[in-house]
């Protein structure tokens, strides 16, 4: 694993930009200054290369979707976080999330692809069957289900809370409209359990 890996593993939420370098070596006067601007570079490195890898992506799929004759068929990039893909047959569009695409192997995103080109093959009434599964075998889909992959990376939600009693970390998407107690270390809501949600800082930038 390089260091990079090992520190996102262990800071998720840690993104640093071409301007953080910068406003870390200028603002930063401690011991570590050598070790944070090296682990600056060695991150910012890696970023730069997220749009090449999304205009890489689009490529892939106009090509595979051409290859498998959805030749009428529009691709495009969505924010969605909770899944990958998505196939619209009604404007006869598939759909990538562009968070997704970005933290994921290029095989991870060509499975996805292929998994969404079975669907718009079939037609959405078939949903995950075994009509479509045969489809998804037959143009060499490994994704032949419903269930998120262990290969796959995820984004984990940004809207968090600490569960009071039990410490339990809860995340979502978005910021619950309704007050919720922690399910986890109790079945039924408790006010001592109350769930204090906060957004953290936006690393998408």
């Known amino acids: 694993m390089c260091l990079s890996e090992s520190l996102a593993l262990r800071n998720p939420q840690l993104r640093i930009a071409e301007t953080d370098v910068v406003e870390y070596s200028a603002t930063l006067r401690t011991p570590y200054l050598r070790k944070i601007h090296y682990l600056a570079v060695i991150i910012f490195k890696p970023l730069q290369l997220t749009s ?11 090509e595979l ?24 047959e009604s404007t006869k569009t598939i759909s990538l999330s562009k968070h997704l695409t970005s933290i994921n192997e290029v095989s991870v995103v060509k499975n996805v692809i292929l998994h969404e080109i079975a669907h718009a093959l079939v037609g959405a ?38 569960c009071p009693k039990c410490g339990f970390i809860h995340r979502k998407y978005r910021m619950p409209k309704r007050i919720t107690s922690c399910g986890k270390c109790s079945n039924k809501f408790d006010k001592e359990r109350i769930l204090n949600f906060v957004r953290l800082q936006n690393t998408d930038s």
């Open 125 to 162: 009434k078939h949903r995950h069957n075994s009509i479509w599964k045969q489809k998804a075998r037959e143009i060499n889909c490994e994704y032949t289900s419903c269930y998120v992959p262990k290969d796959i990376n995820s984004v984990e939600g940004n809207i968090v809370a600490e």
């Open 65 to 88: 979707m051409k290859q498998h004759g959805l030749n009428h068929w529009h691709f495009k990039f969505d924010y969605a976080k909770r899944r990958f893909g998505c196939c619209n």
């Open 52 to 62: 090449m890898l999304l205009e890489q992506a689009k490529e892939l799929a106009l």
